[in-house]
């Protein structure tokens, strides 16, 4: 079955700090990509990075760097020295299939990650 | 570039009264488009998607519906409001080409129902 685990409800941290949520997920397929989003409070979610199954590289951008582990089916996020602009719920996403004939795919999303940085 | 926008932005409605949320998406053109529901405190559930004008798909049986009358307009419907409706809706879109584009999702329209 398809399934995004995010076992991380809610994490609070003081600002500097650094902090990694987690993400755990499940496929049958050999093939497929995992994203991760943002939601501020405003409640729009912003998209952050998309990685497909067969470029295990870790990636950086700024503050913030993806560790993707095929072995571990896991797909974490790490937020470097955070900032109380960082306050948000973080999504994490795998791709599904729906269908072959038009080639849509959903998002199977998880619960979400609900981070507050402390000032 | 690509826009996406959904009104209203909140919306207080009493049970049984019907329901009509708009998302509208600019600067493309055959996006795949999608209704998602986020319950308080929950995760995203997609509720439908659209491929094409007057072509819609349903993930989940409900009290919902949807229709795409344009090409970059999706609607998301309702004839008699549950109490369970309630929540924050969000409309998204994608541009054809697979499982590696991205979704951009909208403001969301903040739904409680009375």
């Known amino acids: 079955a398809q399934k995004v685990t995010q076992a991380q409800t809610e994490i609070s941290v003081v600002e500097k700090e650094d902090v990694t949520l987690d993400c755990v997920y499940e496929t049958r397929d050999t093939t497929y990509y995992l994203f991760w989003y943002k939601q501020p409070p405003s409640g729009e979610l912003v998209f952050l990075i998309r990685r497909n199954s067969f470029d295990e590289q870790n990636e950086i951008s700024g503050r913030y760097s993806w560790n993707f582990q095929k072995s571990t089916s896991s797909f974490n996020f790490t937020i470097t020295a955070s900032q109380v602009v960082d306050s948000a719920v973080y999504f994490c996403?795998?791709?599904?299939?729906?269908?072959?004939?038009?080639?849509?795919?959903?998002?199977?999303f998880g619960t979400g990650t609900r981070l507050k940085v402390l000032a | 570039s690509q826009t996406i926008h959904q009104w209203p932005a909140t919306l207080v409605q009493p049970v049984g009264s019907p329901l009509s949320l708009e998302c509208t998406v600019e600067?493309?053109?055959?996006?795949?488009l999608y209704w998602y529901r986020q319950a308080a405190g929950r995760g995203l559930q997609l509720l439908f998607y659209s491929v094409g004008i007057g072509q819609i798909s349903s993930e989940v049986p409900q009290n919902l519906s949807a229709s795409r009358p344009q090409d970059r307009q999706f609607i998301l419907s309702s004839k008699k409001l549950l109490l369970s409706d309630s929540g924050f809706y969000l409309c998204a879109w994608s541009s054809r080409g697979g499982f590696n584009q991205p979704q951009h999702f909208g403001d969301g329209t903040r739904l409680s129902i009375l």
């Open positions: 996403a795998l791709s599904d299939q729906l269908s072959t004939t038009s080639g849509t795919y959903k998002y199977i």
């Open positions: 600067g493309t053109s055959n996006p795949n």
